[in-house]
């Protein structure tokens, strides 16, 4: 019963970053109808960033995830366009263009930091790291309750940008219809751009909990790539909302399986379950978009 | 001094494909302009280049003293121009309240937005009870009231509307023809495309037909002698 509890509780923690992981790329789908296979790159990228933040300027990953996350906003907007540009193009398939643009920038970001930070793990050093807090029978690592409260500040602070503000209206009208948005007055491209960075940010600082965590190398992208697009297919291509739930059952299924029936079946098992849940609803858990 | 809404010569067209052989006309601000045609005639070409959905390749679009010609789409509601696509173009998630403060997208007084929303929203009681419903849940209607409500926020001179009539039944065309004449009243210049001439005819103080990428006729309702003329024109003969 206690490990039950345990395991639980390490599968709430990490769903919650996954969440955080996964909300962008969701968001970005939804908007830019891209499919990001650098959404992996971006995390470890935001990894790498905590890490030298740490070595060079002495900053908790506590503390430089938001030098971080303003960072990778900055890079966001000024890759946004380029996507943005593909994507809209006239020549046949940018659909599949914009997927190939994705990929080679994530194979880029992969060889750059193989070339630069070789093939050695990076861990990030927290002052939170080691400490736990005894809540009955269960333990509760501070590290991963704070990178929990982070994630979820993050993914909080984006919805109610999305859902309580006139940029988040303009957001939300384009990933419904991008033409009409445009003649209501909306500088789509423009947008688009933002939501790429609030993205490539997001997505970043979820890069700079999962470092804190475990650590950063340069091959720990295709894994977050994957892990992403279980969550966005689970939770239903473009549905933010659906990403809340996806992310917790990821967390959850992971960590009950990690405990009960050996971490090497995890992903057989995650993946197992993506089958299961798209046979009964082929649209994801919630059927709709933002 | 009423504004003019004008194409000059107007080229345009689809990717690679000219749809458009230079067009002109013009729309005066407190009358309707109709533009007939049969299908693949150009006619919601000319207006998709006017709201800047698609590029002018040759020609100049002007609105009184002011050049169009060029303008991003997003640009030109801040002229005064508010195109409502075919179907009316609301956004279905979005509650009817959100659809109408989208129409002042291109405002930044958002207090007078807000204002003007109410005003607009006592018009259509059906709409006030139903002001946090997505648009998407009412009927076709009830979406086309929310589509003109949010036309009329940002105080447009120019409406210009493709095909309102499109995919309607009888009794709603007739009731988008008086909404039609209801924006005549409030003093804006509307441009419209129709198919349905015998429903748009009596609503007209002018007239283009286009045929095949070209102006066939300009003129007036009272131009039009009787419907074997109307239909001479229409499929492209001489006037």
């Known amino acids: 019963m206690d490990l039950l509890l345990q395991a639980l509780l390490n ?44 070595q060079l300027l002495g900053l908790d990953p506590f503390i430089s995830i938001f030098l971080v996350f303003a960072l990778f906003v900055a890079v966001g907007c000024a890759v946004g366009p380029l996507i943005y540009h593909v994507r809209t193009s006239r020549y046949a398939r940018p659909d599949l263009m914009a997927l190939a643009f994705t990929f080679g920038l994530f194979i880029m970001m992969r060889g750059g930091a193989l070339w630069l930070w070789s093939f050695d793990s990076r861990s990030v ?15 509760v690592p501070l590290l991963r309750l704070s990178a929990f409260a982070m994630a979820l500040l993050l993914a909080v602070g984006l919805f109610v940008l999305l859902y309580r503000s006139r940029f988040g209206l303009a957001v939300r009208a384009v990933a419904q219809n991008r033409d009409h948005a445009g003649l209501m007055g909306v500088d789509v491209k423009r947008i688009s751009a933002y939501v790429y960075g609030l993205y490539t940010g997001i997505t970043a600082s979820a890069g700079v909990l999962l470092a804190t965590i475990y650590s950063v190398n340069p091959e720990v ?21 659906g990403v809340l739930v996806a992310g917790l059952l990821l967390g959850l299924v992971e960590s009950l399986v990690g405990t009960y029936v050996g971490t090497r079946y995890s992903l057989l098992v995650v993946f197992a379950t993506l089958y299961l849940v798209l046979l009964v609803s082929p649209k994801g858990i919630l059927q709709r978009g933002i | 001094m009423s504004t003019e809404l004008s194409v000059t010569d107007l080229v345009t067209g689809y990717g690679k494909q000219e749809i458009v052989h230079g067009v002109s006309m013009a729309a005066r601000e407190g009358e309707i302009t ?27 679009l002007q609105l009184g003293e002011r050049e169009l010609t060029g303008l991003p789409v997003h640009e030109v509601v801040r002229h005064g121009i508010v195109m409502m696509p075919q179907g009316g173009g609301v956004f279905p998630r979005f509650t009817v309240m959100e659809n109408l403060r989208m129409g002042g997208y291109s405002l930044r007084d958002t207090a007078w937005v807000a204002q003007r929303i109410e005003a607009l929203i006592d018009e259509y009681p059906s709409l006030q009870r139903r002001r946090h419903v997505a648009a998407g849940s009412l009927s076709g209607g009830e979406q086309m009231m929310v589509a003109f409500a949010r036309a009329l926020v940002p105080d447009p001179t120019f409406v210009l509307l493709d095909e309102p009539s499109a995919g309607l039944s009888p009794a709603l065309v007739s009731e988008t023809m008086a909404r039609v004449e209801g924006l005549r009243e409030r003093g804006v210049g509307v441009v419209m495309i129709e198919q349905n001439i015998r429903e748009a005819l009596p609503v007209a103080d002018r007239l283009y037909i286009l045929a095949g990428g070209q102006r066939k006729f300009a003129g007036t309702p009272a131009d039009i002698h009787d419907d074997r003329h109307l239909m001479t024109l229409y499929m492209g003969g001489a006037a």
């Open chain 1, 11 to 54: 599968g709430i923690l990490i769903g919650g970053i996954l969440i955080c992981l996964t909300i962008g790329f969701q968001l970005t789908f939804g908007v830019l109808h891209v499919i990001d296979f650098a959404v992996g790159g971006w995390v470890m990228l935001g990894g790498y960033a905590a890490y030298w933040a740490s």
């Open chain 1, 125 to 139: 050093d927290s002052w939170l790291s080691g400490h736990s807090l005894s809540l009955g029978p269960v333990t």
């Open chain 1, 221 to 241: 992208g295709v894994r977050y790539t994957l892990f992403a697009f279980f969550v966005a297919v689970l939770a239903g291509l473009g549905s933010v909302g």
């Open chain 2, 34 to 60: 109709c533009v007939f045609g049969p299908n693949g005639s150009g006619k919601s070409t000319v207006v998709k280049a006017i709201a800047g959905l698609l590029p002018v390749w040759r020609g100049r």
